[in-house]
Structures are given as structure tokens and as C-alpha cells.
């Protein structure tokens, strides 16, 4: 069983920036595919980023290249999104998940964290 708990979210001006984490425990993290999502209430989750085992591969949704990046340190058991020049319209509960295979559905994911909120005000 994998454990998963995200911290960092908060609430920032448009243009700002923040910094999720989201720590792994209860398995082998480096065996796991880790994404993000997130959820605004009244939507369904929707796919953010993704990174794979050794970091040598990411993807992004693309509302959102060129302003978050997604990395892992294996051995902190950690995933990190940064997030830079925000916008109202990310506004939502980010959620940490693995799983064992790339997907863009979240669905396929094994592992959930219990979400932090990000709120952009403009």
C-alpha cells in the first residue's frame, strides 16, 4: 500500500508562483509512475503532469507547458510540481497519484493523495 500526502498549496496572486510536494511512502517509489491532477468543484479531474521512474521522461497537459514543471527525488520519496505564472483558471484541489504505467486518465492511477488546494485570485 502506498501512501501518499501532497503539502504546498495556498493561495497567490495571478503571476505567482508556488511549489507542491508530495511525499511517498509504504512501497517502492521508484517503481512508480507519479502525476498530478487536479479538480475544480463542479469538473472532473483533469490530467496536469506526469513523470516516470528515473525523471527521464515528463508530460504536461497543455494548458500548462511552459509554466509547470514536474520532477521527482528518489531518495526523498518526493514529487514536486512547480508552478509558475498562475492563473485563476488553475485554481483547484491538486491531487498526487502512482501507478504502475503512463496514463493521462485518472482512472489508471493506483495511488491517491488527499489533495491541497491552490487558489489564483486575479
Known amino acids: 500500500q502506498v501512501q501518499l500526502v501532497e503539502s504546498g498549496g495556498g493561495s497567490v496572486q495571478t503571476g505567482g508562483s508556488l511549489r507542491l510536494s508530495c511525499a511517498a511512502s509504504g512501497g517502492a517509489f521508484t517503481n512508480y509512475i507519479m502525476a498530478w491532477f487536479r479538480q475544480a468543484p463542479g469538473r472532473e479531474r483533469e490530467f496536469v503532469a506526469l513523470?516516470?521512474?528515473?525523471?527521464?521522461?515528463?508530460d504536461y497537459t497543455n494548458s500548462v507547458k511552459g509554466r509547470f514543471a514536474i520532477s521527482r527525488d528518489n531518495a526523498k520519496n518526493t514529487v514536486y510540481r512547480q508552478m509558475n505564472s498562475l492563473k485563476p483558471e488553475d485554481t483547484a484541489v491538486y491531487y498526487c497519484a502512482a501507478g504502475r504505467r503512463s496514463s493521462f486518465v485518472f482512472q489508471s492511477y493506483d495511488y491517491w493523495g488527499p489533495g491541497t488546494p491552490v487558489t489564483v485570485s486575479s
Open positions: 513523470v516516470n521512474r528515473n525523471s527521464d521522461s515528463t
